[in-house]
Each structure stands twice: as C-alpha cells, then as structure tokens.
C-alpha cells in the first residue's frame, strides 16, 4: 500500500508510512534512535532522503506549532524532495507555498498552532546567513557530506 492509496480523510489523521516496510532496518533504526542528532549513511538509494522527509513530516503533524526545515546543497537537488512531498501530503492537511518553500500543516484539532515545514538550500556558503534567527525545531541535512562545517553549526 502506497502513501496515496490511504490518505486520511480528515486533518486530524496522520500520513500513512512504514518505513520499515521498504528499508527494514536502517530505517526502522533511523525513526526509533533517541538522539538528538542522528545519521544516517549508505549507498544511493537507501531510503535516507525519505526517512528524512518522512520524519520532517511526522513532527509537523505531531508537535503543533514545531518548525523543521530540510537543507540541500542545490535547488535542483532540493526541488526532488519538494516534488515528493508535494505528492504524499494531501492538500487538507498541509498547503504548499512555493513562494516561501514550505508546508504549513493546519493541526486545527490539537491547537491552532500551525506547524511548518521548510525547503531550503545552500550553493553557497553565504547562503546560511539566510537562517540567521530563525528558530527551527529540527534541522535535517539531506547529504550532509556536502555542506561545510560552517553551514551545519
């Protein structure tokens, strides 16, 4: 069963996933591992960028008013994941803004904080100036072996 064969019907409803279903272990180990950082490495095609996607999304729908954001080193890049996302979040619990590269989740029934989750890149190195004073609640870099030390602090 795919993430678009059981959409919820109401907001309230969490996306369907099993990450477990497709990457036993690696990914049953990535969403259940307590530590406030987490890595999670391997070949291309192992299911990283989607157990970081997914897990972005599942924080939006479990801590009202959270703020996660998804860095990639280029737009190209990120623009995969924005597509992927775009596809598995059904409109009537999170609206796309493509102005501002994020999801905003309603979580109308447990508050009426909206969560948020972001898009973002960085080509540059400058280009981390851009977040200087936000408050994210987490912070995923997908491929983190492609950014510098500078734009991980």
């Known amino acids: ?34 530590a406030d950082e987490r890595m999670y490495g391997g070949a291309a095609g192992g299911g990283k960028s989607e157990a970081t996607l997914w897990d972005a999304i599942r924080k939006c729908q479990k801590y009202p ?26 409109k009537h619990i999170a609206i796309y803004n493509h102005n501002d590269e994020r999801f905003v989740f309603m979580n109308e029934s447990r508050s009426n904080q909206a969560s948020i989750l972001r898009f973002s890149h960085m080509n540059e190195e400058d280009d981390k100036l851009r977040h200087r004073g936000e408050q994210y609640t987490n912070a995923y870099f997908d491929e983190g072996s492609l950014f510098t030390a500078t734009q991980m602090r």
């Open 1 to 34: 069963m795919t993430a678009a064969q059981s959409r919820p019907t109401t907001p309230t409803e969490e996306l369907f996933y099993k990450p477990w279903d497709v990457f036993p272990f690696a990914q049953l180990a990535y969403h259940t591992c307590p």
């Open 65 to 90: 008013g959270s703020r996660q954001v998804i860095f990639r080193r280029t737009m190209p890049e990120l623009q995969d994941l924005i597509d992927r996302a775009t596809h598995y979040i059904p």
